[in-house]
């Protein structure tokens, strides 16, 4: 038997896999990784009453997890690989096609430093696509934080003691203009129970009449001492007040004080998206990868 036909996969089955998902992230953080533990969470409990949307497989080497990929509707692949077993990628790219719908043109997401998933795209028949809303990977260190600053009446908080998942998740919907099905208390609750959230890295601003007003969510993987920022928004009618940069930097100090050593965060790469970015770039951030999309006619 060859080493390659040790590999086996098998469909996602709950948030077991989940925590064995963000082993294999842990494991694998560099600067050329794309996943943090944390951006798994926030990501996937999303997909709660929705897991049909999700055709989520898991693949092994003997028992070890070595790969996992997703594919949601209509027809995008999200996945993380080990490079070790870079051969699988073939294979993970026919069960992408086994388990989209013939007519659908398919798309991957991987970042620019993946080459060995890149060239498995190219040949698979895969094209980067160059025009389109693409994201940038922005990190810093944290040592000489600044002090968040607030006008007056805005105070800031966290989660810590605070049980109100409806108000966090109303906030987080009213940020990102999304309906009520998109997240609710319900999944708030369940991403708060979930590794490896942590309620005083939940930062959030209260408005003067008490109303949450902005917040930034970090995620802290002790393992590799590094916080990633996932999501920061802030509500209509409290924009451009500095209340964004705030939690940032609220998040950033309670990460730090927790062991964090080094934060990263995405945001829209495009100029005519520069909003978010520029925030993170004031604040230290600098660029250093880039997620790429490659695409191919069904």
């Known amino acids: 038997m ?3 036909m040790r590999y086996r996969h098998r469909p996602y089955s709950g948030t077991s896999d989940l925590r064995q998902m963000q082993s294999l992230s842990q494991r694998l953080w560099s600067p050329a990784s794309r996943w943090h533990p944390g951006e798994l969470v926030w990501l996937r409990l999303h997909a709660i009453g929705r897991e049909a949307q999700w055709n989520t497989s898991l693949w092994y080497f003997r028992e070890q997890l070595v790969a996992w990929a997703w594919a949601r509707q209509p027809a995008h692949l999200d996945l993380q690989l080990d490079p070790e077993h870079i051969e699988l990628a073939d294979d993970i790219l026919r069960w992408f096609d086994d388990v989209t719908a013939a007519e659908a043109g ?4 991987v970042l620019d430093a993946e080459t060995g998933l890149i060239d498995a795209l190219r040949r698979n028949g895969y094209r980067e696509q160059t025009d389109g809303p ?4 922005l990190g810093r260190d944290l040592t000489d934080l600044p002090q968040p600053e607030l006008p007056g009446g805005y105070t800031l908080h966290s989660m810590l003691g605070v049980s109100d998942a409806d108000a966090r998740a109303r906030l987080d919907r009213a940020a990102f203009s999304q309906p009520p099905d998109t997240l609710n208390g319900v999944r708030y609750r ?14 959030f601003v209260a408005a003067p009449d008490g109303t949450p007003a902005a917040f930034c969510l970090a995620w802290l993987d002790e393992q590799n001492r ?3 920022l996932e999501p920061v928004g802030t509500a209509p009618g409290h924009r451009r007040l500095g209340l964004a940069t705030a939690a940032i930097l609220s998040a950033l100090q309670a990460a730090e004080t927790l062991g964090a050593d080094y934060a990263r965060v995405c945001a ?3 100029d005519d998206h520069r ?4 925030t993170y770039e004031s604040l230290g951030f600098r660029r250093y990868a880039t997620n790429l999309t490659w695409s191919r006619e069904a």
């Open 2 to 4: 060859t080493e390659h």
């Open 106 to 109: 398919r798309t991957v997401t």
């Open 134 to 137: 693409f994201y940038v990977h």
């Open 190 to 203: 369940e991403i708060m129970r979930t590794w490896p959230y942590r309620p005083e890295l939940d930062r």
């Open 226 to 228: 590094v916080a990633v």
């Open 268 to 270: 829209r790469g495009n």
């Open 275 to 278: 909003a978010a970015r520029s």
